[in-house]
């Protein structure tokens, strides 16, 4: 029972940093703005650093070392104990401390309805439309190729 | 051997500052911001990211523009940034069959699941310079076909390997550790996760050039592009603090599966084989070069003759790396001032015994002194 609630809240929290990973750092603010924010510390000061990339030899092979990409690192911990992480691509600092934050109000009791009904719902549609206007872009290049059977002798 | 000079500070802060003067160029036009050469020279901030090394749109655009638009020069900063990063670890391997795909074309199968789509491409233009870019254009709305879902497709590869007619991907060995030559240097044989990371940040052009020679007959493999993709995908990291897999967000990748002739034995039924070429960014002309290059180089692996440059592992690998390349070739432009001191000694000790055993002094003596 424990288990499933704690797997709950891992998808929970990933899905989550998957949204707000897509989003811009103002945005979140924006959203978060709105939010009476409790009491919380800095575990981790915004830090920069190196993810190696990998990919897979074939594409669905044994791995391979494709090269690096920037990301930013932050942790929280709110007056209540929750302790939030942010990792996020890029060398934005700010937007690993918010994704950091929203990530401990998540675990949070008293906080976790609130992102989820006000903070989460915005961004998740913004970055779906998003999503969509790329594919109904991409739809209208669809094309199909005939080929033309070479005439006798 | 180069030999260390002292001395020329001035004339070399005065050299930086005029640099930086010819850089900013005519003072009366708009500087260029890292922004317009993100968004509008979007394939060469693709280049630079890629043989650099290093996913950061934003920094790959400085280092553009810092370079006066020397993409060599360009990648050499991008690489030299790195160092200054402390890694964090190894990001989850990057599923390409989950892109949401912008851009897919295959020349074996014209149907296939998804279709093809051609994206943005300059395939079938005309390439005819277009005046309309040389004022400012505002080109037309993309076209759109409403309601269409974004696009996960599977890999033409995948639809072969379902009956066995291509040999399937390397299996993942969880003893082997994956190879990683900016940790340790690369040394021969090496096996094939070694040569697609130095093959996938290696020189463009040097791999256009070898690509093509294997298919102008050196080590002539008989590839088609299988499928060729570029689109987002989502990239995961399980960070050591917290135990699970995290998103950090998407990138833009380019991938090729090569198709190329067969492979087979009395115990084996005939394969098709393959290749395959990864970048950051839209990259075709990148992947589709380390394609034919990764294939050329398992030759070895598949019992072929190695006799064509692009067959060398160490020839290929060793000469990839343009920084390494441009490193060494522009050192020379460096004062070698002691090194060419003792050849004109030895040239003279050499001309002079040459002149006292034909007996009759060359005029060139007198003018060398």
Redesign the interface.
């Known amino acids: 029972m424990t288990r499933t609630r704690s797997d709950d809240l891992?998808a929970k929290r990933?899905e989550a940093?998957?949204v707000l990973?897509?989003c811009q750092t103002a945005e979140i603010a924006r959203h978060l703005d709105d939010v009476a924010v409790p009491d919380h510390e800095q575990l981790r000061a915004p830090e920069?650093?190196?993810?190696?990339?990998?990919?897979?030899?074939?594409?669905?092979?044994?791995?391979?070392?494709?090269?690096?990409?920037?990301?930013s690192?932050a942790?929280v911990r709110l007056g209540s104990g929750e302790v939030g992480?942010g990792?996020?691509?890029?060398?934005d600092g700010a937007k690993a401390q918010l994704i950091a934050l929203c990530d401990a109000l998540i675990q949070s009791p008293c906080y976790a309805a609130t992102i989820e009904t006000q903070v989460l719902p915005p961004l998740r549609a913004r970055v779906a439309a998003e999503?969509?206007?790329?594919?109904?872009?991409?739809?209208?290049?669809?094309?199909?190729?005939?080929?033309l059977v070479r005439g006798e002798g | 051997m180069y030999v260390a000079v002292k001395g020329g500070e001035r004339a070399i802060e005065n050299a930086h500052r005029l640099l930086a003067h010819e850089r900013r160029g005519d003072r009366s036009v708009p500087e260029v911001s890292l922004d317009q050469i993100s968004n509008q020279l979007s394939l060469a901030v693709d280049r630079v990211?890629?043989e650099g090394?290093?996913?950061?749109r934003?920094?790959a655009s400085l280092a553009i523009k810092q370079a006066r638009g020397d993409m060599i020069e360009a990648i050499f900063l991008l690489r030299a940034f790195?160092a200054t990063?402390?890694?964090?670890?190894?990001?989850?391997?990057?599923?390409?069959?989950q892109m949401?795909?912008?851009?897919r074309v295959s020349s074996t199968f014209?149907d296939m699941p998804g279709?093809?789509?051609?994206?943005?491409t300059f395939d079938y233009t005309h390439r005819l310079l277009d005046p309309a870019l040389m004022g400012e254009a505002s080109p037309e709305q993309?076209?759109?076909?409403?309601?269409?879902?974004?696009?996960v497709m599977p890999?033409v590869?995948?639809i072969l390997g379902r009956d066995g007619l291509i040999e399937?991907?390397?299996?993942?060995?969880p003893e082997?550790q994956?190879?990683?030559?900016?940790r340790d240097s690369l040394s021969f044989p090496a096996d094939?996760?070694?040569r697609?990371?130095n093959l996938?940040?290696g020189d463009e052009g040097y791999l256009l050039a070898l690509g093509y020679s294997t298919q102008r007959g050196y080590g002539r493999n008989h590839p088609f592009a299988g499928e060729i993709r570029v689109g987002e995908v989502?990239?995961e990291?399980v960070?050591e603090?917290?135990g699970?897999?995290?998103?950090?967000?998407?990138?833009t990748l380019t991938?090729c599966?090569m198709v190329n002739q067969f492979k087979g034995s009395d115990t084996e039924a005939p394969c098709f084989t393959?290749g395959?070429g990864?970048a950051?960014g839209q990259s075709e002309r990148k992947v589709m070069s380390m394609a034919l290059v990764d294939r050329a180089l398992r030759a070895r692996e598949l019992g072929e003759d190695v006799k064509a440059p692009a067959q060398d592992e160490e020839f290929v690998l060793s000469h990839s790396d343009n920084v390494q390349s441009t490193g060494f070739v522009e050192h020379l432009k460096l004062p070698h001032y002691v090194d060419f001191q003792s050849e004109l000694g030895l040239l003279r000790k050499l001309r002079k015994e040459f002149a006292e055993a034909n007996e009759a002094p060359t005029p060139m003596q007198e003018a060398a002194e």
């Open positions: 891992q990933q940093m998957g990973s897509h920069d650093g190196l993810v190696m990339l990998r990919g897979r030899i074939g594409g669905d092979g044994a791995p391979f070392n494709l090269s690096e990409a920037t990301v690192r942790a992480f990792y996020v691509l890029g060398r999503r969509k206007r790329k594919a109904e872009e991409t739809a209208a290049t669809k094309v199909d190729f005939y080929t | 990211m890629t090394s290093l996913y950061d934003e920094l790195r990063l402390p890694r964090f670890g190894s990001s989850e391997p990057i599923d390409t069959a949401q795909v912008r851009r014209k279709g093809q789509v051609l994206g943005a993309p076209s759109v076909v409403a309601e269409a879902e974004p696009g890999r590869t995948d399937p991907s390397p299996v993942e060995d082997h994956v190879g990683d030559i900016t094939r996760d070694l697609l990371q996938a940040r989502s990239v990291f960070p603090d917290l699970f897999a995290v998103p950090l967000g998407s990138i991938e599966q393959r395959y990864l950051f």
